[in-house]
């Protein structure tokens, strides 16, 4: 009877989540293997450990041209781990009940539209972080990727040209300019801007002094990490794709640079669920599900996981029994993570200066297989050379691609300016006896074009980094005069952000 009553007590106490802890040791021997396979220049990693930072270290060097080692103060662009402080700083604002979630867009910028006015009165503070507006993976993202030169206002004054392809609060679909607007909401309420809101409300109060939107101030540091990527074959130091000196229209989507100490004490934030900037009720708002998104059935058996979803600025799962708060963020040349595990007290924090999702997705992987006591798979040169098959395939399959070559028309019937409502213009032009594309808002977006077939040619962009390649599909009227084009990616490894088809230029 003891026995049974002990039992009974033990099953009533509530679960607590168990982890081992990982040694500096371990850490150093992931990172240093995901490095060498995936030929990373430069990573900073961070760990909260028992809800204290246990590690906290560079890997590398800054840059291949005459860079110097990383530490944990060098600076990384985070890229959309953006998102999250811009949520975050919104929250602040709704503490201070100077804004609610369910506010519509309109109450506080009066020039915001969306496709339909039904959505456009409708269209919440809210929806502006759940990545569920209807809106296509990426669309818009021409207005400030690969050229960041949209100033928010531009960006939201071109959202009702932007079309959907579900209902509105449907579906998820990741976007980015949704985040724009939010970032505006800012100073439409507050007279400050987005920069100066969240260095005073943010970084200040959490000792954040290698974390910034204000980019101009970091231009010159020293310690700074460049962007590289493997092109043909070889590891290059690549263009930056943000301009530091000044605060880019994109900022609040995916424009912050951080050091990972500093990430450390934002994820440190986090799971003391906002100490130092807002009440807990408030908090835990961005880490509940707005968004569901759908489970695999690989996730399930492999991962553990009946749970998928997008808060506010936040991914949400489960992972083999505990829940995972995180972010992915990439640019040319630069990805981040963040994962809190909050009710273990961990947190992991990786920079890289190289545009390898997987180098980081093995090193987070890993330490959360080991503390969680999983069995690991990942192995770093099995995904590489999965990787690799991948690129080839697709290589392969480009490359067998077939047209003729003979346009429909003269290549002058081609010519001339073009126009889409929110990507602006394109001038095609005859240079040197082939056609050439030339966008006036994304001045890095220009190359000669090889015919294909019939009305469609290939786009080669000059700049060979983009790896995006796109189709040019011309439009013919009745009486064969070249009335406009759409385009899209060639290669099914395009980023998304390159999201030449929603483009439809039309002939001036």
């Known amino acids: ?88 700083a919104l929250a602040i604002l709704v503490e201070e009940e100077k804004i609610a979630w369910d506010d519509p867009v309109k109450k506080y910028l009066p020039e915001f539209e969306m496709w339909d006015p039904y959505v456009t009165e409708n269209f919440t503070i809210r929806d502006l972080l759940s990545h569920h507006t209807g809106l ?7 207005m400030w990727w690969p050229d960041a030169n ?26 980015n300019t949704p985040f724009i607007v939010a970032g505006a909401i800012i ?7 987005y920069q100066d809101f969240l260095q005073e409300r943010i970084f200040s109060p959490l000792n954040m002094d290698r974390c910034t939107a204000n980019t101009p101030k970091m231009a010159n540091d020293k310690n700074l990490t460049e962007p590289h990527a493997v092109l043909d074959g070889t590891l290059q130091q690549v263009k930056r794709y943000l301009i530091l000196d000044q605060v880019v229209g994109s900022m609040a989507a995916a424009g912050i640079q951080c050091s990972v100490d500093d990430l450390l004490k934002w994820e440190m934030m986090h799971l003391r669920h906002g100490e130092g900037l807002m009440k807990a009720r408030t908090h835990d708002a961005l880490w509940q599900v707005n968004t569901p998104i759908a ?51 961990f947190a992991i924090a990786i920079t890289t200066n190289q545009q390898s999702g997987s180098a980081y997705n093995v090193i987070k992987t890993k330490i959360l297989n080991l503390i969680l006591d999983v069995k690991d798979t990942h192995n770093a040169a099995d995904i590489f050379a999965h990787e690799q098959k991948q690129k080839k395939d697709e290589q392969k399959r480009i490359a067998a691609l077939k047209g003729n070559d003979t346009p429909s028309l003269d290549l002058m019937a081609y010519t001339g300016p073009y126009h889409d409502k929110w990507w602006e213009d394109v001038d095609i032009t005859l240079e040197d006896g082939k056609l050439y594309f030339a966008s006036r808002r994304s001045p890095s977006l220009r190359g000669y074009l090889d015919h294909f077939e019939e009305n469609t040619f290939i786009v080669r962009w000059d700049d060979r980094t983009h790896e995006a390649d796109a189709f040019v599909y011309f439009s013919m009227n009745a ?27 039309m002939k001036k």
């Not at 296509?136 to 021409?142: A, N």
């Not at 928010?152 to 976007?175: Q, S, W």
């Open 1 to 88: 009877m003891k026995l049974l009553k002990t039992t009974i007590i033990f099953c009533l106490l509530p679960f607590s989540a168990w982890a081992k802890d990982i040694s500096a040791s371990e850490i150093d021997d992931i990172v240093n293997e995901a490095m060498d396979v995936f030929s990373v220049p430069g990573i900073a990693v961070g760990i909260i450990q028992n809800g204290r930072v246990f590690h906290a270290k560079g890997y590398g060097v800054t840059a291949l041209n005459n860079g110097a080692d990383v530490d944990e103060h060098t600076y990384f662009g985070i890229a959309s781990n953006s998102k999250g402080f811009t949520a975050t």
């Open 136 to 142: 296509p993976l990426g669309s818009g993202d021409l």
């Open 150 to 175: 949209y100033p928010a206002d531009e960006v939201i004054r071109n959202m009702r040209y932007l079309k959907p392809n579900r209902g509105f609060r449907t579906t998820y679909a990741y976007n």
């Open 187 to 193: 100073p439409a309420v507050t007279g400050k801007s």
């Open 295 to 345: 489970v695999t059935s690989a996730q399930m058996e492999s991962d553990k996981t009946h749970f998928r979803g997008y808060g506010l600025g936040y991914s949400l799962n489960d992972y083999h029994g505990v829940k995972v708060i995180s972010h992915n963020g990439g640019l040319v040349g630069m990805y981040s993570h963040l994962t809190m595990v909050p009710e273990l007290d």
């Open 479 to 505: 009486k064969s005069n070249i009335t406009g084009f759409t385009m899209k990616a060639v290669s099914n490894r395009t980023d998304f952000s390159y999201d030449f088809h929603h483009v439809n230029m």
